[in-house]
């Protein structure tokens, strides 16, 4: 017989475990080492049921269970080593209130595999710790989530235990993985997302987990979160094998975690996917702050129920601020990011000062005592804290309109700032007339029109901060439109004002072009330049500004030719004002330059860069974009290392503006991505891309040509890595979002239609890339002039598309053509599109026996200063 079944020790285990139970930390320590001496055995005993207890979340539990759970756990060794189905025992991992959790091995020589086997505790058959263990079994069976530990095998031990085997997760908990690796707020966020993405996944499956905290939800060394231990869980609709409830409470045990349960737990009522929620809120408290919202340390069970229940917990911001003997370290990680560790020492002020507001609300929220005000499901949480992560309002604040507007102000500094200087210049113009000429009548006048000019220009402007553009609204579009309609309403009453009806024409246009409905902008904008056309010489500055903005939404349409047209009139008309520099300047001579192909495009490019850096801050993201507008420009004359080393100085910007959720930054990510193609780093294409696409779809609601676009760039991707399958998967989704978006007959499937056409080459079914070479020679044709070199790439990639097909004639002519245009641009642009065009018509000749227009080409490549 054991030392743990003889009758007499187990009463010595008894009292020394019982009167542990009432003395605090230290005490209980100095108490052990006296009371079990030198008995190391009767110690590490003592220690086993003091552990069970702490880790089982035991309210009032009989001393028998204890017993039994005690005795289990030293006999547990034992089994060590031995095998159970088609798996050998490895070691323990841990235990918990119902079994206790090994490491194991295939041992049937199918494979190698490590696994996870969790095996009910010998002596803890009774029915309802049976039915639950079952009820694992079969929930695990139900789920299939990338972030839910997945259920393998399962069966009945030779000695009539249960068993069953799942993923075996090496990881740390998540709020020691985020500590361990000095996560910053955004990190933390982006990680309990996932969290909530699986809970989430679990509640469309009827199932509540009940017991989430951060002991299981484990997060890998790569990064991937992981949702363990459903031995709690509870089916919320018990499919048709399921006769009996399973219990919430018997014999005195409450399966939960007394710091991370709700108060209907606590109090044991009717679990719903309420409670999960709460926990969430209390993962993510401890996951910000560092601790949990209550301190149950040396509370009597009722005391805890009474804390948790009535108590209301501080903000988070409070908690992290008052918590004794720690507060944040906060460091760099490299110049563009902050790396923050609630468990290191050193300043908190602006860790309290990001919790403060809406983290703080929306913890609260989860947290509330009444289910029904807490979040309606883990989604809406999560989405919340989207909002939050992206700058937009968070539907746990009133959805006033005050709260509104300053979240768009602070998501829109510049822009706002920009306004309101002008609303502020415009009547500061009107006072001082009004001070400097009172006695004028005429100056009276003018002073009282651009007064009033300028009050309602500032009306209109903030009735617009309520029509949220995708970045604030997601996708929200219909308040959008209807606030947006009203103004154009009022605008059009004012023909009597044109200046103020022209401004307020131009403030919608610009509003509509940011939710991305470009055909509704186009006419306001135009009618806008009209009105500033009819009041103002050249030399005003609104009709360049008009010039340009009319210019950004033709490009956005496709009308390229005009997009052009205009953005040049800007310039020259910017030009033509002495000592004048703008930021619309800055950008009409970045856009001329980004879509040129000639000497020039450097130097406009470059003089925008200088312009933009004497108006703005160096990590604007109008700095980025003309860097990355210098590394296309390298990129395209074959000049890689410089392309890569502006594409770098771009990263490190768009790096440092995790805020940023906006279409430009989408655009800016996306370019960066083909950038990075382009130089063969396609792991960092792919992730690029991927975060563009992310942003679209937060912005827009439903399909947009800028979710086609990164679509089409992915595909991209794949095809020059021969991911031939995904390539064609992401193509046919590229045009049926570009499709379902603005219909067929956008220029932006010409893009789409070139790389698939590309793709089928590279596949070698030239029969199948034809017709879509054709289709796209045609479109580019229909609207570019005949020397563009765009049409020279099209005009090449279908001339070696036929020659592969033996139509040399029609190949020739295009080959030849496509190479006279290549010449006229002799300023080191299109090298490597040059070089392939010479190695086509090499083979062409060879293929058509003309020798010596072959070595005649053959030359021309051997003394070849461009391409790779």
Same mark, same amino acid.
């Given at each position: 017989?054991?030392? &743990?079944?003889?009758?007499?020790?187990?009463?010595?285990?008894?009292?020394?475990?019982?009167?542990?139970?009432?003395?605090?930390?230290?005490?209980?320590?100095?108490?052990?080492?006296?009371?079990?001496?030198?008995?190391?055995?009767?110690?590490?005993?003592?220690?086993?049921?003091?552990?069970?207890?702490?880790?089982?979340?035991?309210?009032?539990?009989?001393?028998?269970?204890?017993?039994?759970?005690?005795?289990?756990?030293?006999?547990?060794?034992?089994?060590?080593?031995? /095998?159970?189905?088609?798996?050998?025992?490895?070691?323990?991992?841990?235990?918990?209130?119902?079994?206790?959790?090994?490491?194991?091995?295939?041992?049937?020589?199918?494979?190698?595999?490590?696994?996870?086997?969790?095996?009910?505790?010998?002596?803890?058959?009774?029915? #309802?710790?049976?039915?639950?263990?079952?009820?694992?079994?079969?929930?695990?069976?139900?789920?299939?989530?990338?972030?839910?530990?997945?259920?393998?095998?399962?069966?009945?031990?030779?000695?009539?235990?249960?068993?069953?085997?799942?993923?075996?997760?090496?990881?740390?908990?998540?709020?020691?993985?985020?500590?361990?690796?000095?996560?910053?707020?955004?990190?933390?966020?982006?990680?309990?997302?996932?969290?909530?993405?699986?809970?989430?996944?679990?509640?469309?499956?009827?199932?509540?987990?009940?017991?989430?905290?951060?002991?299981?939800?484990?997060?890998?060394? #790569?990064?991937?979160?992981?949702?363990?231990?459903?031995?709690?869980?509870?089916?919320?609709?018990?499919?048709?094998?399921?006769?009996?409830?399973?219990?919430?409470?018997?014999?005195?045990?409450?399966?939960?975690?007394?710091?991370?349960?709700?108060?209907?737990?606590?109090?044991?009522?009717?679990?719903?996917?309420?409670?999960?929620?709460?926990?969430?809120?209390?993962?993510?408290? #401890?996951?910000?702050?560092?601790?949990?919202?209550?301190?149950?340390?040396?509370?009597?069970?009722?005391?805890?129920?009474?804390?948790?229940?009535?108590?209301?917990?501080?903000?988070?911001?409070?908690?992290? %601020?008052?918590?004794?003997?720690?507060?944040?370290?906060?460091?760099?990680?490299?110049?563009?990011?902050?790396?923050?560790?609630?468990?290191?020492?050193?300043?908190?002020?602006?860790?309290?000062?990001?919790?403060?507001?809406?983290?703080?609300?929306?913890?609260?929220?989860?947290?509330?005592?009444?289910?029904?005000?807490?979040?309606?499901?883990?989604?809406?949480? %999560?989405?919340?804290?989207?909002?939050?992560?992206?700058?937009?309002?968070?539907?746990?604040?009133? +959805?006033?309109?005050?709260?509104?507007?300053? /979240?768009?102000?602070?998501?829109?500094?510049?822009?706002?700032?920009?306004?309101?200087?002008?609303?502020?210049?415009? !009547?500061?113009? @009107?006072?001082?007339?009004?001070?400097?000429?009172?006695?004028?009548?005429?100056?009276?006048?003018?002073? =009282?029109?651009?007064?009033?000019?300028?009050?309602?220009?500032?009306?209109?402007?903030?009735?617009?901060?309520?029509?949220?553009?995708?970045?604030?609204?997601?996708?929200?579009?219909?308040?959008?439109?209807?606030?947006? =309609?009203?103004?154009?309403?009022?605008?059009?009453?004012?023909?009597?004002?044109?200046?103020?009806?022209?401004?307020?024409?131009?403030?919608?246009?610009?509003?509509?072009?940011?939710?991305?409905?470009?055909?509704?902008?186009?006419?306001?904008?135009?009618?806008?330049?009209?009105?500033?056309?009819?009041?103002?010489?050249?030399?005003?500055?609104?009709?360049?500004?008009?010039?340009?903005?009319?210019?950004?939404?033709?490009?956005?349409?496709?009308?390229?030719?005009?997009?052009?047209?205009?953005?040049?009139?800007?310039?020259?008309?910017?030009?033509?004002?002495?000592?004048?520099?703008?930021?619309?300047?800055?950008?009409?001579?970045?856009?001329?330059?980004? !879509?040129?192909?000639?000497?020039?495009?450097?130097?406009?490019?470059? /003089?925008?860069?200088?312009?933009?850096?004497?108006?703005?801050?160096?990590?604007?993201?109008?700095?980025?974009?003309?860097?990355?507008?210098?590394?296309?420009?390298?990129?395209?004359?074959?000049?890689?290392?410089?392309?890569?080393?502006?594409?770098?100085?771009?990263?490190?910007?768009?790096?440092?503006? +995790?805020?940023?959720?906006?279409?430009?930054?989408?655009?800016?990510?996306?370019?960066?991505?083909?950038? @990075?193609?382009?130089?063969?780093?396609?792991?960092?294409?792919?992730?690029?891309?991927?975060?563009?696409? =992310?942003?679209?779809?937060?912005?827009? &609601?439903?399909?947009?040509?800028?979710?086609?676009?990164?679509?089409?760039?992915?595909?991209?991707?794949?095809?020059?890595?021969?991911?031939?399958?995904?390539?064609?998967?992401?193509?046919?989704?590229?045009? =049926?979002?570009?499709?379902?978006?603005?219909?067929?007959?956008?220029?932006?499937?010409?893009?789409?239609?070139?790389?698939? $056409?590309?793709?089928?080459?590279?596949?070698?079914?030239?029969?199948?890339?034809?017709?879509?070479?054709?289709?796209?020679?045609?479109?580019?044709?229909?609207?570019? &002039?005949?020397?563009?070199?765009?049409?020279?790439?099209?005009?090449?990639?279908?001339?070696?598309?036929?020659?592969?097909?033996?139509?040399?004639?029609?190949?020739?002519?295009?080959?030849? /053509?496509?190479?006279?245009?290549?010449?006229?641009?002799?300023?080191?642009?299109? #090298?490597? $599109?040059?070089?392939?065009?010479?190695?086509?018509?090499?083979?062409?000749?060879?293929?058509?026996?003309?020798?010596?227009?072959?070595?005649?080409?053959?030359?021309?490549?051997?003394?070849?200063?461009?391409?790779?």
């Amino acid at each position: 017989m054991s030392n &743990n079944d003889n009758p007499e020790r187990w009463k010595l285990l008894k009292e020394i475990f019982s009167n542990a139970l009432e003395l605090e930390n230290d005490e209980q320590k100095d108490y052990l080492r006296r009371a079990c001496a030198d008995d190391l055995s009767l110690l590490h005993d003592v220690l086993a049921l003091l552990d069970a207890y702490d880790a089982s979340g035991v309210i009032d539990r009989s001393m028998d269970q204890l017993k039994v759970s005690v005795i289990s756990q030293l006999k547990s060794r034992e089994i060590i080593g031995k /095998k159970i189905g088609s798996y050998r025992i490895i070691k323990e991992l841990g235990h918990g209130g119902m079994g206790d959790v090994y490491l194991a091995e295939r041992a049937d020589g199918v494979y190698q595999q490590h696994v996870a086997l969790k095996m009910m505790r010998a002596g803890f058959l009774f029915d #309802e710790q049976l039915l639950r263990f079952q009820s694992e079994r079969r929930i695990l069976a139900s789920l299939n989530h990338d972030n839910i530990a997945r259920l393998y095998d399962g069966g009945i031990s030779s000695d009539g235990q249960p068993w069953f085997v799942m993923e075996y997760v090496k990881g740390k908990p998540i709020d020691e993985y985020c500590n361990s690796r000095n996560f910053s707020l955004r990190e933390r966020l982006k990680l309990f997302l996932k969290v909530c993405d699986a809970v989430q996944y679990a509640h469309r499956n009827l199932i509540a987990h009940r017991d989430l905290k951060p002991g299981n939800i484990l997060v890998t060394d #790569e990064g991937k979160v992981k949702l363990l231990d459903f031995g709690i869980a509870k089916l919320l609709e018990p499919d048709e094998n399921t006769e009996v409830e399973l219990p919430a409470t018997k014999t005195g045990l409450l399966p939960l975690t007394p710091s991370y349960a709700s108060p209907e737990q606590m109090r044991r009522q009717t679990i719903t996917t309420s409670s999960d929620v709460y926990q969430l809120g209390v993962v993510l408290y #401890e996951l910000l702050t560092g601790v949990r919202p209550y301190d149950l340390k040396g509370k009597t069970p009722g005391d805890m129920e009474r804390t948790i229940c009535e108590a209301e917990p501080r903000r988070p911001s409070m908690a992290l %601020a008052t918590k004794a003997g720690t507060s944040i370290n906060i460091k760099k990680k490299d110049e563009n990011s902050r790396v923050i560790n609630p468990a290191k020492s050193d300043s908190i002020g602006q860790f309290r000062k990001k919790l403060r507001g809406d983290l703080d609300t929306i913890v609260l929220k989860a947290l509330n005592k009444a289910p029904q005000r807490r979040y309606p499901s883990t989604g809406q949480l %999560a989405e919340d804290i989207r909002a939050y992560l992206a700058g937009r309002p968070v539907s746990a604040h009133p +959805d006033s309109w005050v709260y509104r507007t300053g /979240k768009f102000m602070r998501r829109h500094k510049w822009g706002v700032a920009a306004t309101l200087v002008l609303a502020l210049m415009l !009547s500061f113009y @009107a006072i001082t007339i009004t001070w400097y000429s009172h006695k004028t009548l005429i100056a009276l006048e003018e002073a =009282e029109r651009e007064r009033a000019k300028s009050g309602q220009v500032v009306d209109f402007l903030l009735a617009m901060f309520e029509a949220n553009d995708p970045a604030e609204a997601r996708g929200a579009t219909i308040t959008a439109r209807e606030l947006l =309609e009203r103004g154009v309403g009022q605008a059009e009453a004012l023909s009597h004002q044109p200046a103020v009806q022209g401004q307020m024409y131009s403030v919608a246009g610009l509003v509509y072009q940011r939710l991305g409905e470009y055909e509704d902008a186009l006419p306001l904008l135009e009618r806008a330049l009209d009105i500033s056309d009819s009041l103002y010489d050249d030399a005003h500055p609104e009709v360049a500004q008009m010039h340009f903005y009319l210019a950004d939404v033709l490009h956005y349409l496709g009308n390229y030719r005009k997009a052009h047209a205009h953005y040049t009139k800007a310039a020259d008309l910017f030009r033509n004002i002495p000592g004048h520099i703008s930021l619309e300047y800055a950008a009409s001579l970045h856009n001329i330059g980004a !879509s040129r192909h000639d000497k020039f495009a450097r130097k406009d490019i470059e /003089k925008a860069l200088e312009m933009r850096q004497k108006l703005l801050d160096d990590d604007h993201p109008d700095i980025a974009q003309s860097y990355l507008a210098l590394g296309n420009y390298h990129l395209l004359k074959g000049e890689h290392e410089m392309a890569g080393k502006y594409f770098r100085k771009t990263l490190s910007i768009v790096n440092s503006l +995790d805020d940023d959720i906006s279409p430009r930054m989408a655009s800016m990510l996306q370019s960066l991505g083909q950038g @990075a193609r382009s130089l063969g780093d396609y792991e960092q294409a792919e992730e690029l891309l991927y975060k563009a696409l =992310e942003i679209c779809q937060t912005l827009y &609601n439903g399909p947009h040509v800028h979710i086609a676009m990164c679509k089409k760039s992915l595909a991209d991707v794949y095809r020059d890595s021969n991911d031939f399958s995904s390539a064609q998967n992401y193509y046919n989704k590229a045009m =049926e979002s570009l499709k379902e978006a603005v219909g067929n007959d956008h220029p932006l499937r010409r893009p789409i239609l070139q790389g698939k $056409a590309e793709m089928y080459s590279r596949m070698g079914n030239h029969a199948a890339a034809e017709p879509l070479h054709r289709e796209v020679l045609a479109l580019l044709e229909s609207v570019l &002039n005949p020397h563009h070199p765009r049409i020279a790439n099209a005009r090449l990639s279908l001339g070696t598309c036929l020659l592969a097909l033996h139509k040399y004639t029609e190949a020739e002519e295009l080959l030849v /053509k496509s190479l006279e245009t290549y010449r006229e641009n002799p300023d080191g642009y299109h #090298e490597s $599109a040059k070089k392939n065009n010479l190695e086509q018509l090499v083979k062409l000749y060879e293929v058509m026996g003309k020798d010596s227009i072959a070595k005649k080409h053959s030359d021309y490549l051997a003394n070849f200063a461009g391409g790779e």
